[in-house]
Structure formats: structure tokens, C-alpha cells
Nanobody, 128 residues
Framework: QVQLVESGGGLVQAGGSLRLSCAASGHNFNGYAMGWFRQAPGKEREFVAAHSWIGSSISYADSVKNRFTISRDSANNTLALQMNSLKPEDTAVYYC?????????????????????WGQGTQVTVAS
């Protein structure tokens, strides 16, 4: 079955960096979207970044643009999220996700309901 396993979370000072990884297994993920969401305490899960095959599209939430970079190694079925210039408001559990649905535009992938499988999450804490 499909499994997504995140790693790389931890505690970092504001302004620091972390790199999250997601190892995917159980399916051929080439041609399907993969992405990151996060959920802070007391808040709903929100979109962070996604890589889809709609024109090899990469999209980011406005709150992380120019600070976070999503990348994908299709040969090894891994997804990464490089997070720089971290802020306390980036503190959250970060989830990797994959979608086996195709949409006409990358904006569809900003919605939680567009994704089919989720990892268990990895905690990122940014201290001020």
C-alpha cells in the first residue's frame, strides 16, 4: 500500500534552516502530484507547497514563498522541503501528501481534499 514517511523535523532558532524529507513507497509516483501541508496547534491544516505534473508546476503558499523550496527525486520516490529563514509562525506538524487525481490547474492542489494519501507528520518548532 502507499506509504509516505516524513523525516527531518526538529527544533531550530528563528532565522535558521531545516530540510524535510518524504520517502514514498507502494506505488509509482511518477506523473502524480506530491506536496507539503502543515498544521499548527489549534489551526486547520494548510497548504505549503506542491509539485505537480501540470507543466512541471511548483506552487507555494504566499507565507513561505522565497523562503521554502520544494524538490523531487522521481528516481528515488522522495520529496524534500528546504526551509530557510524560519520564523516562529512556521512552527507546525508538517505532512507529506500525494494525489492520484489530475486537475486542470495547479491551484486545485492547495485544497486538502485534493490529496489522497498522507504521511504521519514531522514536528517543526521554531524558537524565537
Amino acid at each position: 500500500q502507499v506509504q509516505l514517511v516524513e523525516s527531518g523535523g526538529g527544533l531550530v532558532q528563528a532565522g535558521g534552516s531545516l530540510r524535510l524529507s518524504c520517502a514514498a513507497s507502494g506505488h509509482n509516483f511518477n506523473g502524480y502530484a506530491m506536496g507539503w501541508f502543515r498544521q499548527a496547534p489549534g489551526k486547520e491544516r494548510e497548504f505549503v507547497a506542491a509539485h505537480s505534473w501540470i507543466g512541471s508546476s511548483i506552487s507555494y503558499a504566499d507565507s513561505v514563498k522565497n523562503r521554502f523550496t520544494i524538490s523531487r527525486d522521481s528516481a528515488n520516490n522522495t520529496l524534500a522541503l528546504q526551509m530557510n529563514s524560519l520564523k516562529p509562525e512556521d512552527t507546525a506538524v508538517y505532512y507529506c501528501a500525494t494525489s492520484f487525481k489530475y486537475y486542470p490547474a495547479s491551484d486545485y492542489y492547495t485544497h486538502e481534499s485534493s490529496w489522497d494519501y498522507w504521511g504521519q507528520g514531522t514536528q517543526v518548532t521554531v524558537a524565537s
